[in-house]
């Protein structure tokens, strides 16, 4: 199965972030802690490319944190002009932590602004991201306000919006944006599994059958714990029969339906009730 879904929304939400940029002093970029290369949009590179750059690792409540540490390292030992935070919107945790460093990279610019006599102004930061990744709850936490809509679906927010927090901070909220075509598939699976592609264009089942492959190697505990099971069966069909009985997902006749199962599954890994995952990690790279 190929995925692919960059409907014409996201095609003008890109033109509008590059119609911004020069208001732009530092961009946000939000990536999914859980995948946090496979949910790096490679358009964002061409997009942005000299403006400084915080990426943050966000629903790292959800992530496996040895994992994340690990990710940590590596984005920050790539010495880019970039630097790397694993924050927690829904909580507020490690927000603290954005202010900061903005100033911190912004500080020669705003400098040389004062030495010539610009007032001091609020630094404006693009948030960019794609789409169900957090950035519109980010926003709201850094405002302390609900101001942008939010929801546990991707494509929420469908226009531009600027947000003041304090007198320091301008943010610009825009539309999640994938790309319009994954060079690897697993990109598209992962991104699936996690909550970025509308349910509705992709097949659940083939989803499920690349995570439960993927607990399979990775965390086979949890996957026998939640299902109850003894052996993890080898043969994916057997899996699928072997949970969707467990779990009472069956079709008239008493055959396992297989849709049921893997709405589930996916259900349950996103609900986090198989844990905190990680679906990549800087080891496989
Ligand atoms: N557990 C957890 N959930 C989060 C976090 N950040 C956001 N969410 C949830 O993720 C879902 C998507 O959040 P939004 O802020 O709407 O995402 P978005 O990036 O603005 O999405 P689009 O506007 O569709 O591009 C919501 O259900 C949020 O509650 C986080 O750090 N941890
Ligand atoms: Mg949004």
Known sequence: MTIQWF???MAKARRQVTEKLK??????????ARIPVSSRNPMIDE?????????????ADMADSR?????????NLKGETTEAIAIDSQTGKGLQQISSLSKELL???FDKMQSR?????????????????????????LAKKNIAQTGDRPGVTKA?????VGKELELLDTPGILWPKFEDQMVGYRLATTGAIKDTIINLQDIAVFALRFLTEHYP????DRYALEEIPEDIVDLFDAIGTKRGCMMSGGHVDYDKTAELVIREIRQEKLGKLSFESPVQL
């Open 117 to 141: 006599g610009i007032r001091p102004r609020a630094i404006r930061a693009l948030i960019v991201g794609i789409p169900n990744v957090g950035k519109s709850t980010l926003i709201n936490r």
């Open 221 to 224: 505990d949890r996957l026998r």
């Open 7 to 9: 409907p014409g929304h």
């Open 160 to 164: 531009q919006q600027w947000v003041k």
């Open 67 to 75: 994992i994340t540490k690990q990710w940590l390292d590596y984005f």
């Open 107 to 109: 500080k020669e610019k």
């Open 23 to 32: 208001l732009i002093d530092i961009v946000y970029e939000l990536v999914d």
């Open 47 to 59: 997009i942005v490319a000299n403006k400084p750059r915080i990426i943050l690792l966000n629903k």
